[in-house]
């Protein structure tokens, strides 16, 4: 208790010697009142506030060599804001010191002045300065010019003195195989770039003389390219002919439509026809988002491919929502066709004509894989998917219900562009998924131009236009590439 009460008093009587204010202030609160001034003289030449953090060279700083240079950032054409300063030196035996002003961060904007107090004038003059941060990097060893047999004899003596070659010396030493091939190589293209110009000549001469003829830039293109055509003919979309001069030709109907063309003549339309003869609505003849918004003006157009086309989608996408759930037995997202007859009566439901049995036998053989062709595996299901997506760009967008563009065709004379927003709600896909099916397919996707507003029905102008996504297939035709990990 005594050494506690001992030490309790030593602290007060330390308190009690300790000044209330530091002696710098006590004189500058005696100073009279000042008459405060800036000096703006416009010249670069100015004191400088030196930082040095992490070094101390308060007491002996080198000296150190200034440099200007015009700042690329004001034009100021005066004073120390028109350059920046930059200061050198190489006078400490161990450091190079560098010091920049800041220019990057919050410091930069703020301006540093000294204050100049006369008492005697009772003035105190503000000038501007420079503030710089010096900082110090160890200076790099510089690498002696021996010979190979000095190198060698210091290497097996353990005094290199690079850390290259302390590297080098261990992998030798220690590495394994792999390691001490890569430091040979190494070391050996470190000996051509610093050969005489008729060895390196004749080192490379070797060296592309042992090259095959194809090089290895070529050759390894050659197998991306490969790689990139096997993965594209896995993939379960619709087989796309890369060599066509037009967007309509790289998946022609022949080809989309199981069976061809000859099948694609019997699906009926004479319902759609006879209905619009008679002057009825009809988007009552279909359930699909995408059909209904276009049935109108295709049947109207009179175009009798474009009718049946459209009513072929209508059949395919009956058929996704028909599926069924697997057998147990299946394989994992299995899904299964009910039986034939109530396949038909299902794919007739809109329509008064029944649909023809080589219209099923197609439709079973090409996307009916597994099951004895009564089940599609998920490998399937996606195939129908992305072929409905591959037939949707053969409808011109100016069949839209919405669209009030005069222009028939719809379609640039170099692509083929569809809104995939309708397919999105009929198939029961997010954004992203059905985004992915048009890029498998070698389409763009991109927001829709300013000169399409009314092609693709948007009246919302650019708010609209910002949140709607359009896809086009070009030609030459653009896969996603493969990613390498």
């Known amino acids: 208790m005594s050494t506690d009460k001992k030490r309790k008093s030593h602290s007060s009587r330390d308190d ?38 992490g070094l101390e060279l308060s007491k002996n700083l080198p000296p150190l ?9 004001t034009k100021t054409t005066s004073g120390i804001d028109s350059t920046e300063l930059l200061l050198q030196s190489s006078a400490h035996p161990k450091l190079d010191l560098i010091g920049r ?17 006369d008492p005697e004038q009772k003035t105190c003059q503000f000038v501007p300065v420079r503030r710089v941060t010096v900082r110090g990097g160890i200076r790099k060893a510089k690498r002696l010019e021996r010979g190979s047999d000095d190198e060698e004899d210091e290497v097996e003596d353990g005094t290199a003195t690079t850390l290259r070659e302390q590297r080098t010396a261990l992998t030798n030493t220690f590495g394994t195989k792999v390691a001490r091939k890569a430091a040979q190589s190494v070391a050996e293209n470190a000996r051509l770039a610093t050969a005489p110009t008729r060895e390196a000549q004749a080192a490379e001469a070797a060296i592309l003389a042992s090259l095959p003829e194809e090089s290895v830039s070529e050759s390894a293109a050659h197998k991306a390219e490969n790689l990139q055509a096997a993965i594209q003919a896995n993939k379960p979309v619709p087989r796309a002919n890369t060599a066509a001069a037009h967007p309509a030709d790289v998946y022609p109907l022949a080809e989309l439509v199981p069976g061809g063309l000859s099948v694609l003549r019997q699906v009926p339309i004479q319902d759609w026809q006879d209905g619009s003869r008679a002057g009825k ?4 003849y279909t359930s699909s988002r995408f059909v209904s918004r276009r049935i109108e003006k295709v049947v109207r157009s009179g175009d009798t491919t474009q009718m ?6 209508q059949l395919l996408l009956d058929l996704t929502r028909a599926l069924r759930r697997g057998n147990p037995t299946d394989a994992r997202g299995t899904r299964r066709l009910p039986p034939r007859d109530d396949l038909r009566r299902i794919l007739s439901s809109s329509s008064n004509a ?6 099923l ?21 996606t195939l129908l998917h992305t072929t409905i997506c591959a037939l949707s760009l053969h409808i011109p967008p100016s069949m839209h219900e919405a669209a009030t563009s005069s222009d028939t065709s719809g379609n640039a004379a170099n692509e083929l562009a569809t809104d995939p927003s309708d397919l999105r709600d009929d198939l029961r896909l997010d954004n992203t998924k059905i985004l992915q099916y048009f890029r498998e397919l070698g389409c763009r996707v991109d927001k829709p131009r300013e000169t399409e507003y009314a092609k693709f029905g948007i009246k919302g102008g650019k708010v609209e236009a910002a949140s709607s996504r359009v896809v086009r297939l070009r030609v030459p035709v653009e ?6 990990r």
């Open 479 to 484: 896969f996603p590439k493969v990613r390498r």
């Open 281 to 284: 609505s009809l988007t009552s």
């Open 354 to 359: 029944p649909i023809p049995d080589a219209i």
């Open 101 to 117: 002003e800041a220019d990057d961060d919050a410091d930069a904007q703020v301006k540093h002045y000294v204050a100049v107090i």
């Open 308 to 313: 049946q086309l459209l009513r072929f989608i």
């Open 65 to 73: 060599t200034a440099y200007f240079k015009p700042r690329s950032t």
């Open 16 to 53: 009690d010697a300790r000044p209330n204010k530091k002696p710098a202030l006590e004189s500058l609160l005696s100073l009279p009142p000042l008459k405060a001034s800036t000096i703006e003289d416009g010249s670069e030449f100015t004191p400088v506030l030196a930082d040095t953090p």
């Open 361 to 381: 036998d197609a439709v079973r053989r090409r996307f009916c894989s597994a099951g004895n062709g009564a089940a599609l595996s998920l490998a399937d299901q």
